[in-house]
């Protein structure tokens, strides 16, 4: 494992983003709370809880629920990597509670509800050593350095690779727009039905950014596609899942609204990497 090399000071050196969670439950970065809903949601939809490990004092967590009757297809969600970014992992808690049983029922699902646990508390994109946590994972981009959190995931790459064997979501958010776009990977020259529905959710809850560039990459229908870099996402195509997206909701648009949209797309992801 590479050693994690910290970031200079000003590269994180920007005010938190926070918002109030519907209803009054809250701040988005409430880790306390955020811990106990989703241990609750877990048991209450029959997922298995394990550790993966420890970052930075931290537990990272897989979920996982079987069904009874087994199930050819496993999927996993991953959410949080960027702790300015929470719609993902209070998303995954969104979903918890309305995915309907016969969803559930049709996959093994694994779920890592929440990667990087200090940028989530805090409010900032990268961990408290100042690492990003999706980025690092492709020893070959030697200008990257691996996290805390990243080690923690390549460390246990057996279970991780195991648990999204049929496909993988990502969830993030952009919080420089008011516009969402989708990354994918698929082996296949043009974006298929996989990509594709990603974007179509996106697009019912939020306009999808204009083609040209987004992120310093091209983006068109609001899908970047076939992308390979340090993340986590490119890393777990380039060990054989055979599709992978990450999800960019809107950090400029209402919050409630992007929970709900990141619920949505797990919803689709499962319902377009199940069987039949
Ligand atoms: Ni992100």
Redo the contacts with the bound molecule.
């Keep these: 494992m590479p050693p994690s090399r910290p970031l200079p000071p000003a590269a994180d050196a920007v005010r938190p983003l926070i918002w109030p969670r519907p209803g009054g439950a809250g701040a988005s970065n409430d880790r306390e709370a955020f811990d106990t809903e989703f241990a609750a949601l877990a048991q209450r939809r029959g997922f298995r809880v394990e550790p993966l490990g420890v970052a930075l004092g931290h537990r990272i967590l897989l979920a996982t629920r079987r069904p009874e009757a087994g199930a050819e297809r496993q999927l996993l969600i991953a959410a949080g990597?960027?702790g300015e970014?929470p719609a993902g992992p209070w998303g995954v808690l969104e979903f918890l509670r309305v995915a309907p049983d016969a969803l559930l029922e049709r996959v093994t699902l694994g779920v890592v509800p929440l990667v990087n646990a200090t940028g989530f508390a805090a409010g900032r994109r990268f961990n408290a050593r100042g690492e990003n946590p999706?980025r690092g994972y492709d020893p070959a981009i030697a200008d990257e350095c691996l996290s805390a959190e990243g080690a923690v995931l390549l460390g246990q790459r057996e279970r991780v690779l195991a648990a999204a064997r049929d496909g993988l979501l990502c969830c993030?958010?952009d919080e420089g727009v008011q516009a969402a776009y989708v990354y994918a990977l698929e082996p296949a020259e043009t974006p298929g039905r996989f990509s594709r529905g990603l974007v179509e959710t996106m697009a019912r809850f939020f306009p999808l950014v204009p083609d040209g560039q987004v992120d310093g990459c091209p983006v068109a229908d609001g899908l970047v596609y076939n992308r390979h870099d340090g993340s986590f996402e490119s890393w777990a195509v380039r060990h054989g899942v055979p599709a992978a997206a990450t999800v960019e909701t809107p950090g400029r648009a209402d919050f409630a609204q992007r929970v709900a949209a990141q619920a949505a797309l797990m919803t689709t992801f499962v319902e377009l990497r199940a069987p039949g």
């Design positions: 990597f960027h970014e999706n993030h958010e």
